[in-house]
């Protein structure tokens, strides 16, 4: 009888206390962000899809189409086409397309790349109802910001 | 003249609990017998989100399977890059530098912390208490802003390398692990303990329901809270001391009720073990590299494999046959909540609908790693 | 009080205006109630602080399919919302808002009150029942045991205030009331009724949430066990009526309390009594409604029934006898 009666109290005191502390979270400020109006910084490190590094000078891609980063894809998300360099001696880069729908951002391609010529990107609200928009040509990415940047 | 019929006690109907079900936290189906609301078979049924991710390992090369190892346990996935990074490294002879070892402790336990704090308000959520699955949504997400700054993800890392870690962390993240440790101390009583743990409702609800046995827990393999909580001191972490743990002090928080409630304490407790070791780690961290040299090419010698970790949920584990190739021959991955769910059609027979969903609750399940 | 055919029209308009108004708005309340203590803002988007969401929600519901799956029963499947709302609309004509604001002056109002509490029950399980789904047969059974449990508990209560009020009419109960905070059942000074009455009001606070199927008792709902319980085959108006029922239960258990308890539309320390009165106890009273439901996990189903049968009814039993002794000592 005495489990009871100390059941009632304690019981009754645990509910009591549990509506004090979300009465005091009640006045207390928000602290969700509101998104389309506020929106989040990003980290220095934050991995977005992934970009063209351009030459300071130039503006054109660094990358030299050596094929690593299409090596250690796991998912084969990146193709690349190249065509001799006629004035001078290597490849140049004509094409680097990511297929954004099968990368899992893991940054296997940026580790591997012995050139400076790919970075994340700060992108992060990606969305739309056509898949096609995220096979993403990253040569025509980086041309509209070299424009912007002029 | 009609005769009465009388009325037939093995008169039972089958529900499907899932796989779209909002107490199965994913694609999980369990087929269950029901006699009114007890419960006389429960059956899970496995493989709505089965993605291959064993015949992945043999398809690529080492490294391209790390990505992999995030995707399956997504709440805890520093645990599973851990794993698979520990298990390569010791087929290659992989030595990590001290700095990378210490981060790698680090980030796994913020990533527990984190994964326990999800488990909780999720847990709630199944009992049918809201509110404090923002309490601690708004703490996770300190975490995740502290990881974001390191792994640059904020859910699915990729941040174990073999031979060390991909960044460095800066004063700012140990500023802020410093500054998150007390934040979670100071919340700790009042919003988890003192709204939720000692509440009579929750108390009623997972007291002496869902009782596994220590002989079950055996039987079925169960690792983790779940056998903690039914009186095995077994961690992987102390028992078979990887990475740096054998440096911090800490204790394995075991109950003995093998009730949902001693599972619940235990993984309280150890969200506070959780932060004993991130601190104690911060204070001994090293300076020095946080990778060591790795060939780009991993052929690991041709051999059986086995290590394990601790995941959030119990012990993972990774069974590793190299050829001498550049991909492994066979990767089988042991993880843990595919034998703590293996559990519930013997514990939940004879069960009430709601206590059997508030006990599939407390075994803390992730579908894809299931799965896998 | 003569009833012309004006004054039938008039309380009838008002009645519904009341019953829309707080139907669709106390959604928002409890949206922003919720959000706040969760740290939240809630809706924002439609109108200053999302006033306009509950016009937005019901443009939505009333544009959607009403469908009825195979399998089901038609008639019941179809009637069971709307049983769920009339109950509630009805209730309101026999509530006392103020002296002389009150649609029907009835001699057993209690008792209709009451009655009416049953029907919604049945709504419940009608709904449930002809869904023809797993759940929602679960959530029909499950609301019919709580809701028999937890009536006896507050018919009990009740049987003590009106053994001292001595009518069985709202507006008398209130009117007995009056005169200051000392009066009101839930504190009555005169015959140290305070000593046994606000465990009463406790008894019925918690029977009327049990009643009204709010968390923490929401038994029939339980998305987490039975996905939407009764209301897991309805979409579009036939969902909108149910949660519109539920709603306006709210409102009505509020209604009932400050009139039985709080002293209906008297004024605490002798203030001029009035309408305000009313509307501020009852906001009051629907708040720690929805303050209760965002605080605490759902009870189970046989605790739930241990708490009437083991706590709530031996208590209310004793406040009856003491009730009463004192009525009859003093």
Redesign the interface.
């Given at each position: 009888m005495s489990g009871y009666w100390s059941e009632i109290i304690t019981g009754g005191k645990s509910l009591v206390t549990g509506m004090m502390i979300t009465a005091r979270e009640f006045f207390k400020p928000v602290v969700t962000e509101q998104y389309p109006w506020e929106v989040p910084t990003m980290t220095p490190k934050f991995r977005g899809h992934i970009e063209l590094i351009g030459n300071e000078e130039t503006g054109a891609p660094n990358c030299i189409a050596c094929g690593m980063c299409q090596r250690a894809c796991p998912s084969g998300c990146i193709t690349l086409s190249s065509k001799k360099n006629e004035n001078g001696k290597g490849k140049v880069l004509t094409s680097y397309v990511l297929d954004f729908t099968k990368c899992s951002l893991c940054g296997s391609c940026v580790e591997s790349c012995n050139f400076n010529a790919l970075r994340y990107s700060m992108v992060y609200n990606l969305a739309s109802f056509d898949k096609n928009d995220f096979i993403i040509d990253l040569m025509k990415r980086l041309e509209d910001q070299n424009i912007c940047k002029r | 003249m009609t005769v009465p019929v009388a009325p037939r006690h093995d008169e039972t109907f089958v529900l499907n609990v899932g796989p779209q079900h909002p107490a199965t936290h994913g694609v999980l189906r369990v087929k269950m017998t029901m006699d009114g609301e007890y419960i006389v078979k429960a059956e899970p049924v496995l493989g709505y989100i089965h993605r291959m991710h064993e015949k992945l390992a043999e398809a690529g090369s080492y490294a391209q399977f790390m990505p992999n190892t995030a995707r399956m346990d997504y709440l805890h996935a520093l645990a599973f890059n851990h794993g698979w990074a520990l298990a390569v490294e010791k087929a290659a002879g992989i030595e990590v530098p001290e700095r990378a070892e210490y981060i790698r402790v680090i980030t796994v336990e913020l990533n527990r912390i984190a994964s326990h704090l999800l488990w909780w308000a999720a847990f709630l959520l199944d009992l049918g208490g809201f509110t404090p699955l923002l309490y601690a949504f708004d703490d996770r997400e300190q975490i995740i802003d502290l990881l974001e700054r390191i792994t640059g993800s904020r859910l699915t890392y990729c941040y174990m390398r073999f031979g060390g870690v991909y960044n460095d962390i800066d004063d700012e993240f140990i500023t802020g692990t410093r500054a998150f440790i007390k934040r979670l101390r100071s919340r700790w009583q009042r919003m988890y303990h003192d709204l939720v743990t000692g509440n009579i409702i929750l108390i009623k609800r997972i007291k002496d329901i869902g009782f596994i046995s220590q002989e079950q827990c055996r039987r079925y393999g169960a690792t983790g809270p779940v056998a903690r909580g039914s009186g095995i001191n077994y961690d992987v972490r102390k028992n078979e001391a990887y990475s740096v743990y054998s440096e911090f002090d800490f204790d394995i928080p075991v109950y003995n009720e093998c009730d949902s409630m001693a599972r619940y304490m235990v993984r309280m407790d150890e969200v506070e073990q959780s932060l004993r070791i991130i601190e104690q780690a911060l204070d001994k961290l090293p300076e020095g590299p946080v990778m060591a040299k790795v060939p780009k090419v991993l052929k690991p010698e041709a051999g059986y494999y086995y290590s394990a970790v601790e995941t959030a949920r119990g012990a993972l584990g990774h069974r590793l046959v190299c050829t001498g190739d550049k991909n492994p021959y066979k990767l089988k991955l042991r993880s843990p909540t595919f034998c703590n769910l293996s559990l519930f059609g013997e514990v939940a027979e004879g069960m009430l609908l709601a206590d059997a969903l508030a006990f599939m609750g407390s075994l803390d399940l992730v579908i894809p790693e299931i799965d896998r | 009080m003569e009833t012309s055919i004006w004054r039938a029209l008039l309380y009838l308009v008002g009645i519904m205006a009341f019953a829309g108004v707080n139907a669709a708005w106390l959604g928002w309340c409890e949206r922003k109630?919720?959000a706040?203590?969760?740290?939240?803002?809630g809706p924002?988007e439609a109108g200053y602080q999302g006033l306009l969401q509950p016009l937005c929600d019901g443009a939505k519901l009333l544009s959607k399919q009403l469908l009825v799956p195979q399998g089901v029963d038609g008639i019941l499947f179809r009637v069971a919302p709307v049983l769920a709302m009339i109950p509630a609309i009805t209730s309101m004509v026999v509530i006392p808002f103020s002296e002389n604001v009150g649609a029907r002056n009835m001699e057993l109002s209690v008792l209709l009150l009451f009655a009416l509490a049953s029907i919604g029950m049945i709504a419940i399980l009608l709904g449930g029942w002809a869904s023809g789904n797993?759940?929602a047969i679960?959530s029909g059974?499950?609301s019919v045991s709580q809701n028999l449990a937890y009536e006896i508990p507050m018919l009990v209560t009740v049987i003590t205030v009106v053994m001292i009020s001595g009518s069985m009419n709202l507006r008398d109960i209130a009117l007995d009331q009056q005169g200051g905070f000392w009066h009101w059942n839930i504190f009555r000074l005169e015959n140290g009724h305070f000593v046994t009455m606000w465990i009463s009001f406790l008894i019925f606070f918690i029977c009327s949430v049990a009643e009204t199927n709010r968390?923490?008792f929401?038994m029939a709902e339980?998305?987490?066990?039975?996905?939407a319980g009764f209301m897991t085959e309805y979409g579009s108006m036939g969902f909108g009526l149910f949660m519109m029922g539920e709603y306006l239960n709210i409102v009505v258990g509020a209604c009932l309390t400050a009139t039985l308890f709080l002293g209906g539309w008297d004024g605490p320390f002798g203030m001029t009594s009035g309408i305000w009165w009313f509307l501020i106890k009852i906001y009051i009273l629907i708040f720690t409604f929805i303050?209760?439901r965002?605080?605490?996990?759902?009870?189970?189903?046989?605790?739930l029934l241990n708490l009437s049968w083991?706590?709530l009814i031996p208590f209310s039993m004793a406040n009856l006898l003491i009730t009463a002794a004192l009525i009859k000592v003093f």
């Amino acid at each position: 009888m005495s489990g009871y009666w100390s059941e009632i109290i304690t019981g009754g005191k645990s509910l009591v206390t549990g509506m004090m502390i979300t009465a005091r979270e009640f006045f207390k400020p928000v602290v969700t962000e509101q998104y389309p109006w506020e929106v989040p910084t990003m980290t220095p490190k934050f991995r977005g899809h992934i970009e063209l590094i351009g030459n300071e000078e130039t503006g054109a891609p660094n990358c030299i189409a050596c094929g690593m980063c299409q090596r250690a894809c796991p998912s084969g998300c990146i193709t690349l086409s190249s065509k001799k360099n006629e004035n001078g001696k290597g490849k140049v880069l004509t094409s680097y397309v990511l297929d954004f729908t099968k990368c899992s951002l893991c940054g296997s391609c940026v580790e591997s790349c012995n050139f400076n010529a790919l970075r994340y990107s700060m992108v992060y609200n990606l969305a739309s109802f056509d898949k096609n928009d995220f096979i993403i040509d990253l040569m025509k990415r980086l041309e509209d910001q070299n424009i912007c940047k002029r | 003249m009609t005769v009465p019929v009388a009325p037939r006690h093995d008169e039972t109907f089958v529900l499907n609990v899932g796989p779209q079900h909002p107490a199965t936290h994913g694609v999980l189906r369990v087929k269950m017998t029901m006699d009114g609301e007890y419960i006389v078979k429960a059956e899970p049924v496995l493989g709505y989100i089965h993605r291959m991710h064993e015949k992945l390992a043999e398809a690529g090369s080492y490294a391209q399977f790390m990505p992999n190892t995030a995707r399956m346990d997504y709440l805890h996935a520093l645990a599973f890059n851990h794993g698979w990074a520990l298990a390569v490294e010791k087929a290659a002879g992989i030595e990590v530098p001290e700095r990378a070892e210490y981060i790698r402790v680090i980030t796994v336990e913020l990533n527990r912390i984190a994964s326990h704090l999800l488990w909780w308000a999720a847990f709630l959520l199944d009992l049918g208490g809201f509110t404090p699955l923002l309490y601690a949504f708004d703490d996770r997400e300190q975490i995740i802003d502290l990881l974001e700054r390191i792994t640059g993800s904020r859910l699915t890392y990729c941040y174990m390398r073999f031979g060390g870690v991909y960044n460095d962390i800066d004063d700012e993240f140990i500023t802020g692990t410093r500054a998150f440790i007390k934040r979670l101390r100071s919340r700790w009583q009042r919003m988890y303990h003192d709204l939720v743990t000692g509440n009579i409702i929750l108390i009623k609800r997972i007291k002496d329901i869902g009782f596994i046995s220590q002989e079950q827990c055996r039987r079925y393999g169960a690792t983790g809270p779940v056998a903690r909580g039914s009186g095995i001191n077994y961690d992987v972490r102390k028992n078979e001391a990887y990475s740096v743990y054998s440096e911090f002090d800490f204790d394995i928080p075991v109950y003995n009720e093998c009730d949902s409630m001693a599972r619940y304490m235990v993984r309280m407790d150890e969200v506070e073990q959780s932060l004993r070791i991130i601190e104690q780690a911060l204070d001994k961290l090293p300076e020095g590299p946080v990778m060591a040299k790795v060939p780009k090419v991993l052929k690991p010698e041709a051999g059986y494999y086995y290590s394990a970790v601790e995941t959030a949920r119990g012990a993972l584990g990774h069974r590793l046959v190299c050829t001498g190739d550049k991909n492994p021959y066979k990767l089988k991955l042991r993880s843990p909540t595919f034998c703590n769910l293996s559990l519930f059609g013997e514990v939940a027979e004879g069960m009430l609908l709601a206590d059997a969903l508030a006990f599939m609750g407390s075994l803390d399940l992730v579908i894809p790693e299931i799965d896998r | 009080m003569e009833t012309s055919i004006w004054r039938a029209l008039l309380y009838l308009v008002g009645i519904m205006a009341f019953a829309g108004v707080n139907a669709a708005w106390l959604g928002w309340c409890e949206r922003k109630g919720a959000a706040r203590i969760q740290r939240r803002t809630g809706p924002m988007e439609a109108g200053y602080q999302g006033l306009l969401q509950p016009l937005c929600d019901g443009a939505k519901l009333l544009s959607k399919q009403l469908l009825v799956p195979q399998g089901v029963d038609g008639i019941l499947f179809r009637v069971a919302p709307v049983l769920a709302m009339i109950p509630a609309i009805t209730s309101m004509v026999v509530i006392p808002f103020s002296e002389n604001v009150g649609a029907r002056n009835m001699e057993l109002s209690v008792l209709l009150l009451f009655a009416l509490a049953s029907i919604g029950m049945i709504a419940i399980l009608l709904g449930g029942w002809a869904s023809g789904n797993k759940y929602a047969i679960i959530s029909g059974a499950r609301s019919v045991s709580q809701n028999l449990a937890y009536e006896i508990p507050m018919l009990v209560t009740v049987i003590t205030v009106v053994m001292i009020s001595g009518s069985m009419n709202l507006r008398d109960i209130a009117l007995d009331q009056q005169g200051g905070f000392w009066h009101w059942n839930i504190f009555r000074l005169e015959n140290g009724h305070f000593v046994t009455m606000w465990i009463s009001f406790l008894i019925f606070f918690i029977c009327s949430v049990a009643e009204t199927n709010r968390a923490p008792f929401d038994m029939a709902e339980a998305e987490s066990e039975l996905v939407a319980g009764f209301m897991t085959e309805y979409g579009s108006m036939g969902f909108g009526l149910f949660m519109m029922g539920e709603y306006l239960n709210i409102v009505v258990g509020a209604c009932l309390t400050a009139t039985l308890f709080l002293g209906g539309w008297d004024g605490p320390f002798g203030m001029t009594s009035g309408i305000w009165w009313f509307l501020i106890k009852i906001y009051i009273l629907i708040f720690t409604f929805i303050w209760i439901r965002w605080t605490f996990p759902r009870v189970q189903i046989y605790r739930l029934l241990n708490l009437s049968w083991k706590i709530l009814i031996p208590f209310s039993m004793a406040n009856l006898l003491i009730t009463a002794a004192l009525i009859k000592v003093f």
